[in-house]
């Protein structure tokens, strides 16, 4: 059984064992205790000793990136905060040498790469009332990150994950196929087929050029924004690959694209990118399709993570929404 297959609580019983055990693989203070305080593709822990030493463990899921695509990651985030483009949470190099470690306790059947992080003070913006502000710096941040992409000499044998149709929809789809998730009745499935090929359609008629699809953060939401006084600081590159520049957007408004607020919000976000870097009426037009996009990998999401809390929260009406908001796109663009 592979620790996706694992019950919840069982597979949170053996990683909290591999995250104290693994501490020792970094140079952290004596009496320094891990302690959960996310699970998603990676289990998050908050590592705190009692001389006020305080990091950041991410285990990441089995079988998911290579030792060679963390590299990468942590490249880009270094690049990044080197060329003042954004600040990026810095890392610890373990006692090896190797930032990137590699752990197994008895329970998993499959060792974990992991990573120790900086501690990044600041907290998440608010959410709750008007995100317009939020909004156009997340814009900024893409479009920055995007030009500097366009001029960053990547590290040779350059391997992230790649969303696309392909990843999103495919046989071997990185999160599985909408189809299997919950609530996807015979009548939500139909209006779903026809959206996924609209879909298709278009991002065939949108393209690949290098200055649409490039490396891309892909999962730039608020959450992944810390602010304080000395600035914004964008974290969680665990997702970031080749992609389309708009799904930055699609990403921003993941879970909420049915919100009343999402047409003030898009319009903010395009307006910070465009204080940065052109986007033509063209590109502006074709959103939407990332929109759905985005929204059908999260509803596959859903299905192959349902072990998980977040996704056993967001499952009721997930899909029958995805279906709703798919027949307005559709309506929308003629389809």
Same mark, same amino acid.
């Given at each position: ?5 694992? $019950? ?20 952290? $203070? ?5 302690? *959960? ?51 990026? $949470? ?6 090896? =040498? ?17 990573? *120790? ?68 009745? $015979? ?19 949108? =393209? ?94 859903? =299905? ?29 663009? =003629?389809?």
């Amino acid at each position: 059984m592979s620790g996706s297959d694992m $019950p919840l609580e069982e597979l949170l019983r053996h990683l909290d064992r591999l995250a104290q055990q693994s501490l020792s693989l970094w140079d952290v $203070p004596d009496g320094a205790k891990a302690r *959960l305080i996310n699970v998603s593709e990676n289990a998050t822990y908050l590592v705190e000793a009692p001389d006020g030493y305080r990091s950041v463990l991410r285990i990441h899921r089995e079988n998911y990136h290579s030792h060679r695509a963390i590299e990468c990651e942590l490249a880009w985030l270094e690049a990044l905060d080197r060329d003042g483009v954004v600040t990026t $949470p810095g890392y610890y190099t373990g006692r090896n =040498g190797d930032p990137i470690q590699r752990g197994k306790v008895d329970g998993l059947p499959d060792a974990r790469y992991m990573v *120790l992080f900086h501690f990044v003070e600041g907290s998440e913006p608010d959410e709750s009332g008007d995100m317009t502000e939020g909004f156009e710096e997340l814009g900024t941040i893409a479009a920055r990150c995007h030009d500097h992409v366009l001029g960053w000499d990547k590290p040779k044998d350059f391997e992230r994950l790649t969303w696309d149709a392909d990843a999103m929809f495919g046989p071997e789809a990185t999160w599985g196929d909408w189809r299997d998730a919950p609530e996807v009745t $015979p009548e939500v499935a139909q209006v779903l087929e026809k959206v996924e090929q609209t879909i298709r359609d278009r991002l065939d008629a949108f =393209g690949k050029a290098p200055d649409r699809f490039n490396l891309i953060h892909a999962d730039m939401r608020l959450a992944n924004l810390l602010v304080d006084a000395n600035g914004t600081r964008l974290i969680d590159f665990d997702d970031c690959g080749w992609g389309w520049f708009l799904y930055d957007f699609a990403a921003a408004i993941s879970f909420i694209e049915d919100d009343p607020r999402i047409p003030a919000m898009r319009e903010a976000w395009v307006r910070g990118y465009r204080s940065v870097r052109e986007m033509s009426d063209e590109e502006e037009a074709e959103i939407d399709t990332f929109v759905m996009l985005r929204r059908m990998a999260l509803l596959a999401w859903i =299905g192959s993570h349902i072990e998980a809390p977040e996704p056993q929260e967001l499952a009721p009406g997930f899909a029958a929404v995805t279906a709703r908001l798919g027949q307005a796109f559709m309506d929308r663009i =003629g389809a």
